[in-house]
T-cell receptor
């Protein structure tokens, strides 16, 4: 177990709705990243938050947004859900001493989102 | 820019025989490289990482990987496969600003 937790475990939404997924980082970590893993594919980087600010973003539209809180927990928000948003959403936490240094990420178990 | 290519989508071995999972990468910077394993309906577990120290990296459960800069490769090996090794394996290159790029994964099947 990595100490990274995610909630909920599973979620079913309909197209057009909005969803919020939550992640609690491992103790001592200051960075959280979110990934989308479609069925049969590798995870795709959505964005990373470092000390409550976005620190990098992948090729995802603005309707994917996030927050990191002072306790380093995080939320991923997705607006106007589409069928293709159905996936496993993974968060990963790590400790980095500065904005550009990459370190080992520890992943949570994921939230399975189904959009109908 | 960075990218990862896992050369085999499926690998099948017999229990007790060696495992080789192949990974090539490209990166504009000196990369950090990782291998993760994902068992069905489970999260990603770190197997090992390379961060510019020794080129032969030892990980958990008997796995190891060798970083070869001239070949831009980071292949994962294990001398003797166990049934519990059956899973999906991901090679990952980690660059700046937190972006990790995953390969498409290799499904390892272990036959009794």
């Amino acid at each position: 177990e990595t100490g990274v937790t995610q909630s909920p475990t599973h979620l079913i939404k309909t197209r057009g709705q909005q969803v919020t997924l939550r992640c609690s980082s491992q103790s001592g970590h200051n960075t959280v990243s979110w990934y989308q893993q479609a069925l049969g594919q590798g995870p795709q980087f959505i964005f990373q938050y470092y000390r409550e600010e976005e620190n990098g973003r992948g090729n995802f539209p603005p309707r994917f947004s996030g927050l990191q809180f002072p306790n380093y927990s995080s939320e991923l928000n997705v607006n106007a859900l589409e069928l293709d948003d159905s996936a496993l959403y993974l968060c990963a936490s790590s400790f980095i001493p500065n904005r550009v240094y990459g370190d080992t990420q520890y992943f949570g178990p994921g939230t399975r989102l189904t959009v109908l | 820019a960075q990218s990862v290519t896992q050369l085999d989508s499926h690998v099948s071995v017999s229990e007790g025989t060696p495992v080789l999972l192949r990974c090539n990468y490209s990166s504009s910077y000196s990369p950090s490289l990782f291998w993760y394993v994902q068992h069905p309906n489970k999260g990603l577990q770190l197997l090992l990482k390379y961060t510019s120290a020794a080129t032969l990296v030892k990980g958990i459960n008997g796995f190891e990987a060798e970083f070869k800069k001239s070949e831009t490769s980071f292949h994962l090996t294990k001398p003797s496969a166990h049934m519990s090794d059956a899973a999906e394996y991901f090679c990952v290159v980690r660059g700046r600003a937190g972006k990790s790029t995953f390969g498409d994964g290799t499904t390892l099947t272990v036959k009794p």
